[in-house]
């Protein structure tokens, strides 16, 4: 394994020479994504697949849907308020999950997954797929070579491909009734743009169903937006109310923001969302929380294949990638004290300073979407969901981590459970996520 902790040297393997990815991490995915998703394709077919998704994760395209993301995070503040009125303790992580899974269920499939309100079958089959995913470097024998597990993942793939191929044969259907009415969408869910190569392709409007192996790509590209979008947007929001919990100037601050921009009255915060998406952009602060989070908690890396003709060059040494993983680490890129003046502490500032400013960021130093042709698709749309997630719950809520409570309710000590005096550490769980899901309660806030 090739280790990397500079980002010149990062750039060399994701810019510079944009190599595979390594085939542990395509077998990782493979029980929940199969073997044709955006993260484990490469060339031509990769390429294809990416052109026809990226103007689905643009900025101007996600704006279009905002309003259906805002009343999905208006339910979850709902449920906030009634864990409030029963001081109830609840695990933050398995709820924002939730809610990111049902925006990301209309953004992709144009369809209400009601993950927060009852066990969709495609949903609850995905996060039983998501935990029986196999664990890096596991030492427990037992899980790692339990004979159910692949009959698990038989089963929960079977639950999932089939609902998702009745969702994409409906929904042809329904393109060529739209072609036949000559009507259309005001804004297209990823799921017609998959469509929209199938027909381009064809250029025919017969048929009565769609091919399967144009299917089976398709639906693996779905599973991965789900994977990749829910899961990583989630954490964040975790560790979001974490550090500005911990940081009650931060915290201030990014109240005082959303007052100017959307007033004191929160009723009316939603609405003014909905009628004017792009005020979203005009958030710098909150914007940089994200980024700051995001640099002290990122929730994934990438693992690459070496190549014979690629060499890492750093500090005059060069270094062959041939038969390694390669794997540009983002927590070491990201806590450098080299690179991030009080690498260690919570500063949003640091996103907000102008070059010449010593807390200005070192290009390629900050990489949680990484960088490079492989870089997230789902960047945008991860802003949009964590700026609206933060304006509709911040001024409203006080949630605060209840590790404690949560180790009575279990019967077990696990104080001395931290890292660097933290009892909210990251596992690896599918990705980085906060121990036991992020015990919290919540309060309402009074201002």
Not at 281 to 289: D, G, H, I
Not at 406 to 416: A, H, N, P, Y
Request: charged share 25%; aromatic share 8%.
């Amino acid at each position: 394994m090739l280790i990397i902790l500079d980002p010149a040297a990062a750039a060399q393997i994701t810019i510079r020479n944009s190599l595979p990815k390594h085939q542990e991490a395509r077998d990782f995915v493979y029980p929940l994504l199969g073997k044709s998703n955006l993260v484990s394709l490469e060339g031509k077919e990769w390429r294809m697949w990416r052109s026809v998704f990226n103007p689905g994760f643009a900025s101007g395209h996600l704006m279009s849907l905002v309003s259906g993301m805002v009343a999905d995070t208006v339910l979850f503040t709902d449920i906030l308020a009634g864990y409030a009125a029963s001081s109830t303790i609840f695990k933050l992580e398995d709820a924002a999950t939730r809610l990111t899974v049902d925006i990301i269920g209309k953004v992709v499939l144009d369809m209400p997954l009601n993950a927060q309100t009852t066990e969709n079958k495609l949903v609850k089959a995905f996060r039983n797929q998501v935990q029986h995913l196999p664990v890096p470097n596991d030492i427990n024998l037992i899980r790692k070579y339990n004979p159910v597990n692949p009959v698990i993942h038989w089963l929960n793939r079977r639950i999932m491909n089939t609902y998702l191929d009745k969702l994409l044969e409906q929904r042809f259907a329904d393109r060529r009734q739209e072609e036949k009415a000559k009507t259309t969408k005001r804004a297209k869910p990823i799921i017609d743009l998959a469509l929209d190569v199938y027909l381009d392709e064809t250029e025919q409007s017969g048929g009565s169903s769609l091919p399967a192996p144009f299917k089976r790509s398709a639906i693996e590209q779905f599973k991965t937006f789900l994977f990749a979008g829910h899961d990583t947007t989630s954490s964040t929001a975790c560790y979001i109310v974490h550090l500005l919990g911990k940081h009650p100037q931060a915290l201030e601050k990014v109240m005082q923001e959303h007052d100017k921009i959307y007033g004191s009255d929160t009723s009316k915060t939603a609405q003014a969302i909905s009628e004017d998406p792009h005020s979203l952009n005009r958030l710098p602060y909150t914007t940089a929380v994200v980024k700051e989070v995001l640099r002290l908690y990122p929730p994934v890396s990438t693992v690459r294949e070496g190549h014979p003709d690629v060499v890492v060059e750093f500090d005059g040494k060069h270094y062959p990638t041939e038969g390694c993983m390669v794997w540009p680490v983002s927590h070491g890129n990201h806590r450098r004290p080299d690179l991030w003046p009080d690498a260690e502490n919570f500063i949003p500032e640091r996103f907000l300073a102008k070059e010449g400013d010593p807390l200005f960021p070192v290009k390629g130093a900050w990489r949680p979407f990484e960088h490079g042709p492989r870089n997230c698709i789902g960047i945008e749309l991860a802003y949009i969901e964590l700026k609206i997630f933060m304006v509709l719950t911040l001024r409203d809520f006080d949630i605060g981590p209840a590790y404690e409570e949560q180790d009575t309710i279990d019967g077990k000590d696990r104080s001395m459970h931290t890292v660097n005096g933290d009892r909210a550490y990251q596992v690896l769980y599918a990705t980085a996520k906060p121990i036991l899901g992020y015990p919290a309660k919540v309060i309402r806030r009074k201002r």
